[in-house]
């Protein structure tokens, strides 16, 4: 509201309500008021108004800790795991069934698993609002077809809204040595993960449910790695994938170095509703070099879910670390100019990417991210816009400029091609530095990222990682 050079304050000046098509504008507050330019019948000003306006984005991790409070950890830290919340979109992913199916809400767990030491324990949550019929279905790894044996975990088990139900394999019965995928199915909306543990190590690592779909899309068929590791620092990777569909379907995984190149290629062969893994060894002639960070490409014949599991092995103190993060689609670069800052000294992106929470130790202790970044596309190179934020939203070194305003750092990733940004290798961001960053994407390429958050000070397992939020496309260029 404004009337020439004055503009108004609403709540202050004004109030305003928007119904039925019509906009009613209160004046009744005691602040200033339009003034009638000499003719007291009438009372003009300008009525400024903005639509279709982007609903907001919003992006969320969980970083669990046992000992201590808080996404800060330390010595006396137990354990840390974590994950990325799971996007509304997937909740109508999960929903969008088949011909003859109303709705029903839909997941797979990639694995769970009692072999090796592990346990895993399945919960399910009820986020539908009503009173909801459960079932879980286990599918063995290595050729359970649709209608070959599987366990039945849960069949109609009710659960109120909000209310969650959680099994724990060996507890339940199975025995030891099983490897599989659980499929989800429910009346009504649910969210699912499986937390695996292997106390041997003081191990522990979050998987999330993906949605199930029968769409034979690329969406569905081709899925993401950003960050494979073989032997680096004693860290390795498994990749656990399960096949969405009632046909054989034929996986190949492809390994990139962060130069773009193709330096390694497996394929797999994975029965109707089975699962299978594909471990990156540190021995052995795998074709991807010791002590080497790669990314990876998972396509399908089918529709497909993966899981990738980092893992590290160690003596004494800190026996073991692992994580695991879901495989996940590409957000495609905006065809735009680049990206450029307004008059707030923001930057607008067209895409982006959201990582909620970074973090930095002091030297080489505490907790400390490091954001990796692929792009996928055969053709087209994308840049990788980083921002970093404080919890108050106000930029930060080294992407701030003298006024406080954005100073990305500005990555250009060939085809095929990655990136590592780790908070330590910044000295201007402070020590002890707790906030987020966005990641704008512009070009004709796309990017997917994770983010690893690690402390090698907690007593046993200090590790999580986090998915970079695909927000998709904020702007419509209109």
Not at 13 to 19: A, K, L, N, P
Not at 391 to 396: E, R
Not at 423 to 446: D, K, R
Request: with cysteine; glycine share 14%; charged share 15%.
């Amino acid at each position: 509201m404004s009337q020439g050079g004055k503009t108004f304050k609403e709540g202050t000046d004004f109030t305003w309500q928007y119904s039925g098509g019509q906009l009613a504008i209160d004046w009744s507050p005691d602040g200033a008021e339009p003034s009638s330019d000499g003719d007291p019948n009438t009372t003009d000003y300008t009525v400024t108004y903005v639509f279709n306006c982007p609903a907001p984005r919003i992006a969320g991790v969980e970083k669990h800790t046992v000992g201590t409070v808080g996404s800060r950890t330390s010595d006396d830290t137990e354990i840390v795991d974590g994950y990325t919340a799971i996007p509304v979109g997937d909740l109508g992913v999960a929903g969008d069934g088949g011909a003859v199916l109303e709705g029903q809400s839909r997941w797979v767990v990639p694995i769970v698993q009692t072999n090796n030491g592990w346990n895993t324990e399945l919960v399910i949550t009820n986020v539908s609002g009503k009173t909801t019929s459960v079932n879980a279905t286990f599918y063995a790894e290595g050729g359970q077809g649709f209608a070959g044996p599987s366990v039945a975990i849960l069949s109609g088990e009710t659960l109120a809204a909000g209310e969650s139900v959680l099994v724990d394999l060996k507890e339940w019965g199975f025995p030891e040595g099983e490897v599989g995928s659980v499929w989800v199915d429910a009346t009504n909306a649910v969210v699912a993960g499986a937390f695996r543990a292997k106390p041997s190590t003081d191990m522990m690592l979050t998987t999330l449910a993906q949605p199930r779909t029968d769409e034979n899309d690329p969406g569905a068929t081709l899925k993401y790695g950003p960050l494979v590791f073989r032997d680096y620092n004693g860290w390795n990777t498994g990749i656990n994938i399960a096949n969405l569909s009632s046909s054989t379907n034929q996986v190949t995984v492809t390994y990139y170095n962060y130069a773009g190149n193709a330096v390694a290629t497996e394929t797999v062969t994975i029965p109707p509703r089975a699962m299978e893994y594909v471990y990156t060894p540190a021995s052995g002639n795998f074709g991807v070099g010791e002590n080497q960070i790669t990314a990876v490409r998972i396509a399908g014949s089918a529709p497909l879910v993966a899981a990738i599991d980092e893992v590290k092995y160690l003596g004494g103190q800190g026996q073991g670390h692992a994580m695991s993060y879901p495989a996940a689609w590409a957000l495609n670069g905006w065809l735009g100019d680049a990206p450029t800052s307004n008059a707030d000294g923001r930057y607008e992106y067209d895409a982006l990417l959201a990582l909620p929470l970074v973090q930095k130790g002091n030297g080489g202790s505490g907790d400390t991210s490091g954001i990796n970044l692929f792009n996928p596309d055969f053709e087209y190179g994308v840049n990788a816009y980083i921002q970093f934020v404080d919890a108050s939203g106000v930029p930060v070194a080294p992407t701030v400029g003298n006024d406080d305003s954005e100073a990305p750092i500005v990555l250009p990733l060939a085809p095929h091609a990655g990136a590592t940004v780790y908070t330590l290798n910044y000295s201007e961001m402070p020590a002890g530095f707790q906030g987020a960053a966005v990641i704008g994407v512009e070009g004709l390429g796309a990017l997917v990222g994770v983010s690893n958050n690690v402390n090698y000070d907690v007593a046993g397992d200090g590790s999580a990682v986090f998915n970079l939020t695909n927000l998709g496309v904020v702007f419509d260029g209109e």
